[in-house]
């Protein structure tokens, strides 16, 4: 299976934004990922839960791919109507007991995911094998858009790898902040299965949004 690319929406033309997953979606996208934040786990603010959930509505086969970046992110799932087929990462740096909060995703239907953030030891990811579908790898500080790659990021990748292949599970690895045109391929390389794209790729300036797409999938096939 090839990479699988997860748009960035708080990178797109937000006054096209109905178009424009219309458009992924029609592209064969397996994922949009929608940044939620809270203003207090990270300094920042992107859409409420009724923007959330109204993401569903242009989607025929793309899923949600929900990254919260908020403090006991549990308190937002009815709010943004998390069911069957959404993707949804939780922090482990932001919830008091993450297990709950997986397993309460899981009792929606949806697909469990643990974010990490930079400084977080990729080595937490051992007590989660048997609750999650995806670990969530930030490659950036979380909160804004247009960040420079986190220090160490493929070591940590490649790291976070090993960790999942002696699992033995079947886990994805989503990456997350600065996935450029350059890093897509050395992340690929490193083990990344899913690629969040943002400013530094398929909504920078390189390429009009459906090339850019096309040019994504070439690099992480
Ligand atoms: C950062 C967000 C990312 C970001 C990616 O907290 O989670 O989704 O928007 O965009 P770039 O490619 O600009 O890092
Ligand atoms: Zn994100």
């Known amino acids: 299976m090839g990479g699988m690319l997860s748009p960035s929406v708080m990178c797109a033309d937000l006054l096209h934004l109905y178009d424009e997953i219309e458009m992924l ?13 809270d203003n207090k786990f990270v300094p920042n603010i992107t859409f409420d839960t009724n923007m959330v959930k109204s993401f569903k509505k242009p989607m025929r086969t793309i899923r949600r791919d929900i ?14 109507e998390i069911s069957k087929g959404d993707m949804v990462s939780v922090h482990y740096e932001a919830c008091e007991d ?3 909060v997986l397993a309460d995703i899981r009792s929606r239907g949806a697909s469990p995911c643990l974010a990490i953030s930079p400084d977080t030891p990729v080595e937490v990811v051992k007590d989660f094998f048997s609750e999650v579908d995806a ?3 930030m490659t950036v500080y979380p909160g804004f858009a247009g960040q420079p790659l986190a220090p160490k990021s493929m ?9 999942v292949v ?10 997350d902040g600065n996935v450029s045109w350059d890093h897509c391929v050395e ?3 490193n083990g990344a299965d899913i690629f969040v794209a943002g400013s530094s790729s398929v909504y920078g300036k390189k390429y009009p949004l459906d090339e850019a797409v096309r040019v994504f999938y070439s690099l992480v096939k």
């Open 25 to 37: 979606d029609s592209l064969g996208v397996e994922f949009l990922h929608i940044d939620f934040m």
């Open 67 to 80: 990254h919260i970046m908020a403090f006991e992110p549990q308190q937002f799932f009815d709010a943004m």
């Open 98 to 100: 993450a297990h709950k």
């Open 135 to 137: 670990f969530l790898l």
């Open 155 to 163: 070591e940590r990748l490649k790291k976070l790898k090993e960790l």
């Open 166 to 175: 002696a699992s033995g599970k079947d886990i994805k690895i989503e990456v």
């Open 187 to 189: 992340m690929r390389e």
